[in-house]
């Protein structure tokens, strides 16, 4: 004894279809630490939805979903992972700069060595990053110590 199944109602099921498309084209976009996880998830529901909705075999749709799915995470991730990398070396070349720019007295803000820079204007947090102009001073005595060791 089996139930009958549910009438489907083709405008409906045709409007749905579209929206769940275009929410999982979406996601296949996702970005950040989970967008490869998520994005491949999406692109693989998205080939096995349209592989189905053309008529394709189960096996063979689900087969090609699969593939879909490994290959877009690996894709993502070496996206990810290579943002992640230049964003680390960003930071770290970043914070070397700030180390040099403490070395003198800010002559903007006249935060002390070793001290950082205090914002300017209406906001009154500290910067994180000190003023710009403070590290080419900096580093500009540091060439000048340079070239008076050399030889
Ligand atoms: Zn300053």
Redesign the pocket.
Known sequence: MSAEPMPINMLQFSRDLAHLEEVLTQAAYSIGPNGFERSAKAASYLTLLRALTDGAEPVPAIAEALRVYKEVRQQKYEIWASRAELEKERHERLMAEEEITRKVE?P????APQTS??S?GSSRSV?TE??RG?YRLARGLDDKIWKGQKP
Request: proline share 0%; aromatic share 8%; hydrophobic share 15%.
């Open positions: 800010c903007y803000c006249g935060a820079c205090r300017v910067r000190s003023h403070r």
